[in-house]
């Protein structure tokens, strides 16, 4: 990332618990956890114990302290226990970090810090559930014209088409909900994953440090098993999707051409004073992309081999912090795109007026259909369209052709909201009942 773009693509809020210092601080509060709850059931001396909390408690270690030691390992926890057992001296310096292996100090920090991250997350994503059903419920009754692959289609509502953003955001709630106590858990494992140095005592010092961190218990320590954090990405991956697609939406809708409906403050151009970028939603739609490719490039680290394997342990260190950082940075512009949601009802009116009135040909095959076969009414309306003269809507102009075959002209459409006001009602209602 740069400086320069970072207000766009990143969030500071939950950066601050993926930085160097944050992380080692949650390996220290590891190793803290891990000496007490050997001390208490007799692993180590209990003054070690004692000995090694108290100075971990006050301990600060500068990321650059560990960058020669990182690269000399490949991982920053042989260089943090050096100093860390320096810190704490003889004789209780030895103790530390006793039965345990680099991936067990890491795994539990990164797991610690993402307790606190999923709480960020899922406070703005309920706020945006929450304004989008208030969106929602406001313009569940302003008629416009629908669209399939890109071609006007028939008539929905605006309230249908953001009940369309809502929905799957809001079952995101569901999965975040499932996901958390399969990942919110301790990783003890010792070198092998057998807790082989801490023997009998292994389940009962497993069980105190998790109850000191506040953590669920694995069936068993999970080195080579990345399906915890794989899914994680993929919740990330399953917000940051939607919210591309409301970015997406959205640069349609404000189109110089359409201009149905506007969001956010509009950036302006180097050189076309007339311009008003869309970017909070091009950043939406960038989020989104870059999420996709994060996401399936963490299910590489699924391939985890043997006891242990750096070449996908690392694939995590790379992919996992961009996917957080930018579900996060979408959240927060979808929260502002969607809070100042501004449509323009005359521009949705010329919409469903163009092409004669097209918009209404399905419900005027259909109207036909109760005095000939649904297959000829609609080849009637195809013939109306393709001939319509281009003063002349499209109704005007199959009544003539219904006139010339001797057939009873369907009688006058109107665009309206009651179809789709049952839909969006439903959809609020779903996504409130997962607010409450």
């Given at each position: 990332?740069?400086?320069?773009?970072?207000?766009?693509?990143?969030?500071?809020?939950?950066?601050?618990?993926?930085?160097?210092?944050?992380?080692?601080?949650?390996m220290?509060?590891?190793?803290?956890?891990?000496?007490?709850?050997?001390?208490?059931?007799?692993?180590?001396?209990?003054?070690?114990?004692?000995?090694?909390?108290?100075?971990?408690?006050?301990?600060?270690?500068?990321?650059?302290?560990?960058?020669?030691?990182?690269?000399?390992?490949?991982?920053?926890?042989?260089?943090?226990?050096?100093?860390?057992?320096?810190?704490?001296?003889?004789?209780?310096?030895?103790?530390?970090?006793?039965?345990?292996?680099?991936?067990?100090?890491?795994?539990?920090?990164?797991?610690?810090?993402?307790?606190?991250i999923?709480?960020?997350?899922?406070?703005?994503?309920?706020?945006?559930?929450?304004t989008?059903?208030?969106?929602?419920?406001?313009?569940?009754?302003?008629?416009?014209?629908?669209?399939?692959?890109?071609q006007?289609?028939?008539?929905?509502?605006l309230?249908l088409?953001?009940?369309?953003?809502?929905?799957?955001?809001?079952?995101?709630?569901?999965?975040?909900?499932?996901?958390?106590?399969?990942?919110?858990?301790?990783?003890?494992?010792?070198?092998?994953?057998?807790?082989?140095?801490?023997?009998?005592?292994?389940?009962?010092?497993?069980?105190?440090?998790?109850?000191?961190?506040?953590?669920?218990?694995?069936?068993?320590?999970?080195?080579?098993?990345?399906?915890?954090?794989?899914?994680?990405?993929?919740?990330?991956?399953?917000?940051?999707?939607?919210?591309?697609?409301?970015?997406?939406?959205?640069?349609?809708?404000?189109?110089?051409?359409?201009?149905?409906?506007?969001?956010?403050?509009g950036?302006?151009?180097?050189?076309?004073?007339?311009k008003?970028?869309?970017?909070?939603?091009?950043?939406?739609?960038?989020?989104a992309?870059?999420?996709?490719?994060?996401?399936?490039?963490?299910?590489?680290?699924?391939?985890?081999?043997?006891?242990?394997?750096?070449?996908?342990?690392?694939?995590?260190?790379?992919?996992?912090?961009?996917?957080?950082?930018?579900?996060?940075?979408?959240?927060?512009?979808?929260?502002?795109?969607?809070?100042?949601?501004?449509?323009?009802?005359?521009?949705?009116?010329?919409?469903l007026?163009?092409?004669?009135?097209?918009?209404?040909?399905?419900?005027?095959?259909?109207?036909?259909?109760?005095?000939?076969?649904?297959?000829?009414?609609?080849a009637?309306?195809?013939?109306?369209?393709?001939?319509?003269?281009?003063?002349?809507?499209?109704?005007?102009?199959?009544?003539?052709?219904?006139?010339?075959d001797?057939?009873?002209?369907?009688?006058?459409?109107?665009?309206?909201?009651?179809?789709?006001?049952?839909?969006?009602?439903?959809?609020?209602?779903?996504?409130?009942?997962?607010?409450?």
């Amino acid at each position: 990332m740069s400086a320069l773009t970072d207000a766009l693509f990143t969030d500071a809020e939950i950066a601050r618990h993926l930085t160097a210092e944050a992380e080692i601080a949650a390996m220290l509060r590891f190793e803290a956890a891990l000496a007490e709850a050997e001390a208490m059931h007799g692993v180590i001396p209990a003054e070690a114990g004692v000995a090694i909390a108290a100075a971990l408690r006050d301990l600060t270690i500068a990321p650059g302290d560990l960058a020669a030691p990182t690269l000399a390992a490949g991982v920053p926890v042989p260089g943090l226990v050096a100093l860390a057992r320096a810190r704490i001296g003889a004789p209780f310096g030895d103790y530390l970090h006793w039965g345990a292996t680099s991936q067990d100090a890491m795994d539990t920090g990164l797991v610690l810090r993402l307790r606190t991250i999923l709480e960020i997350l899922e406070a703005r994503l309920r706020h945006l559930v929450g304004t989008l059903c208030d969106q929602a419920e406001a313009h569940a009754d302003l008629p416009m014209a629908g669209h399939t692959r890109s071609q006007i289609a028939t008539p929905i509502t605006l309230g249908l088409r953001i009940a369309s953003w809502l929905a799957p955001l809001a079952r995101c709630l569901d999965r975040l909900a499932e996901l958390r106590p399969r990942l919110l858990v301790l990783q003890l494992g010792g070198a092998s994953g057998a807790l082989s140095v801490l023997d009998e005592a292994g389940p009962a010092v497993t069980r105190e440090m998790a109850r000191r961190l506040d953590l669920a218990l694995p069936e068993k320590p999970w080195h080579t098993e990345r399906d915890r954090l794989v899914e994680l990405g993929n919740w990330l991956g399953l917000v940051s999707g939607p919210l591309g697609r409301i970015g997406a939406d959205l640069i349609l809708m404000g189109r110089t051409e359409a201009g149905e409906l506007h969001a956010g403050q509009g950036g302006g151009s180097s050189t076309m004073p007339q311009k008003s970028n869309p970017v909070a939603a091009e950043a939406l739609v960038t989020l989104a992309r870059r999420a996709a490719g994060y996401a399936g490039m963490l299910q590489a680290a699924l391939i985890h081999v043997e006891e242990r394997d750096a070449t996908a342990w690392a694939v995590e260190w790379q992919a996992l912090p961009e996917l957080i950082v930018g579900a996060g940075a979408g959240l927060g512009h979808a929260q502002t795109l969607a809070a100042s949601l501004s449509p323009d009802p005359e521009a949705m009116r010329r919409a469903l007026n163009l092409q004669g009135g097209a918009v209404e040909a399905e419900a005027m095959a259909f109207a036909l259909a109760a005095e000939m076969p649904l297959g000829a009414a609609q080849a009637l309306v195809k013939r109306a369209a393709a001939t319509r003269p281009a003063e002349t809507t499209l109704a005007a102009h199959l009544s003539t052709l219904c006139g010339q075959d001797g057939l009873t002209p369907p009688p006058e459409i109107r665009h309206g909201p009651a179809p789709s006001r049952t839909l969006v009602e439903t959809a609020i209602a779903q996504a409130r009942a997962r607010l409450a």
